[in-house]
């Protein structure tokens, strides 16, 4: 097992932006017989990461492992990840690659890079914390398409 601080470090230095939806439940209207959620979006890093060959006994298609930390892009604190929240993977400035495999450039030889890369949204199944001390220092979110 991987110490707090290799975590850490892993989250940082190999994690991709995305998107952490928390709803919150709302209060019962009984005028319209419905309930109201809200939701807040935080922009996180979170590593995607597959399964290794040692747990493919008990997963199913399509679900993954993702490690979060426990603020958002700005150093801010986010609420603690539950079951039932979204992440969304945003890796959206990637290169263009041509048919042939070389990069897509400008007419100044810049690499093109747009829209067209992951947008992957996942369901929180399950959460592990993952402390140093008595302190949260990152979530592993057991996540599926």
């Not at 940082?12 to 939806?21: L, R």
């Not at 979006?41 to 290794?52: E, H, L």
């Not at 495999?101 to 949204?121: A, H, M, P, V």
Request: charged share 20%; hydrophobic share 30%.
């Amino acid at each position: 097992m991987l110490a707090a601080f290799q975590l850490k470090h892993m989250l940082n230095s190999k994690g991709q932006t995305a998107t952490y939806t928390k709803v919150e439940e709302g209060t019962y209207d009984p005028s319209t017989g419905s309930v109201t959620n809200t939701s807040t979006i935080y922009t996180i890093k979170a590593y995607f990461a597959q399964f290794s060959l040692s747990e493919t006994d008990s997963i199913t298609s399509g679900s993954r492992s993702v490690l979060v930390g426990i603020t958002d892009t700005s150093g801010t604190y986010i609420p603690e990840i539950t079951p039932s929240d979204k992440l969304e993977l945003l890796d959206l400035d990637v290169a263009i690659v041509a048919p042939d495999g070389s990069f897509w450039t400008d007419t100044s030889g810049n690499i093109l890079t747009g829209e067209y890369g992951i947008r992957d949204t996942v369901h929180v199944k399950s959460v592990q914390k993952i402390y140093s001390g008595n302190n949260v220092v990152c979530y592993i979110c057991g996540v599926e398409e």
